[in-house]
């Protein structure tokens, strides 16, 4: 077999491979989408969920998911940038930064619901926080901490040399480089991991069932007081996310339409999901152009 023979057949095998996948995944998300988005309203999106009847909706879910998800990437994204900043710019390799890249690779492949049991063991229990929001979005930090940091310090290593030695000639100190130089070129790649890694955030179950519970209180969105027990903004209480939901739904659920709520609410989070991915690559783009001038 020649070298052309023997290329063809790899390259068809790798584009069968690809196509698989793809029509995997278009098939996993068709199946969703067609048999979730029939039930979709905007009664099902405005309206709470009941337990015991039918025509229940999930606006306290999606409420909590997006509430929760703005609390943790409010607390994991100065973290994870200065950890990135540190780690690209200013970390020497020792056995000091060994320990942390190797820390960062363990956490970033635990599963989430030892993360889940851990914030339930520490966060829930051992402080004494609860099930509330705050332990969530503290247990979705620990999860989503060592993507955002090796998202951020691959941004920032992406941007060549020559760049920093620029700052150094105009006589700009290494942090003003840093600020003024090295992460206005590198917004566009972090902006792009950020939003993927809220996508990722926005859909976790495992680790929210054990740290912000599963159940939905009534919220009452005229009362903005963060300390009052109904009040949306309110840190403390129990919140049942869009994921939660539809693993409850479908373990244990007995509302007559049960099986409806559950599709309508999966294709809710797909869609969510896929809108992450889709603006993550736009805001890029434009990120890239304004501060490129790029056409």
Known sequence: M????SNKIATAILYLIAGLVILLLAGLLGFILFNGVPHLSWHFLTSPSLAFQAGGGIAFQLFNSIYLLFITMLISFPIALGAGIYLNEYAKQNIFTTIIRTAI?????????????FGFLLIVVKLKLGFSILSGAIALTIFNLPLLTRSVEGSLKSIPDLQREAGAALGLSKWETVIHVIFPAALPSIVTGVVLSAGRVFGEAAALIYTAGQSAPALNFSDWNPFDAASPLNLMRPAETLAVHIWKINSEGIQPDAAQVSAGASAVLIIAVLIFNISARWIGKVLYKRLTSAR
């Open 105 to 117: 690779e363990i956490l970033s492949s635990l599963p989430s619901v030892v993360v889940g049991l």
């Open 2 to 5: 020649n070298a052309k023979v």
